[in-house]
């Protein structure tokens, strides 16, 4: 059973800064690209940021780029999500995901992938 756990969610100010984790557990992804989306109330799933599995490449999202950095721990199957210079635009439930298969790129849509986990809200207030 594949699981994907994110933590480090919460209620932040403007300009403030959050870290996500999403820890995989049940197989061993090796070679997996790893993915960062975000869903507001009443909006879409939006893709934010993907790594690859060396972390040698990342993808982001126009509205987070110099603000968000994605990175990894692959002993640790751990993928990091640093958000500094948060805005309230940026509230949203953030979930990790995986693709199916292995080598796999970067993609930029919820299609792109297979597994998802739960979720972690933030909240960024004005």
């Known amino acids: 059973q594949v699981q994907l756990a994110e933590s480090g969610g919460g209620l932040v100010q403007a300009g403030g800064s959050l870290r996500l984790s999403c820890v995989a557990s049940?197989?061993?992804?090796?070679?997996?690209?790893m993915g960062w989306f975000r869903q507001a109330p009443g909006k879409e799933r939006e893709f934010v940021a993907a790594?690859?599995?060396?972390?040698?490449?990342?993808r982001y999202t126009d509205s987070v780029k110099g603000r968000f950095t994605i990175s990894r721990d692959n002993v640790k199957n751990t993928v990091y999500l640093q958000m500094n210079s948060l805005k309230p635009e940026d509230t949203a439930v953030y979930s990790c995901?995986?693709?199916?298969?292995?080598?796999?790129?970067?993609?930029?849509?919820?299609?792109?992938?297979?597994?998802w986990g739960q979720g972690t809200q933030v909240t960024v207030s004005s």
């Open positions: 995901a995986a693709p199916h298969s292995a080598g796999a790129g970067l993609g930029n849509s919820p299609h792109d992938y297979y597994y």
């Open positions: 790594i690859s599995w060396s972390g040698g490449r990342m």
């Open positions: 049940g197989r061993r992804f090796s070679g997996y690209a």
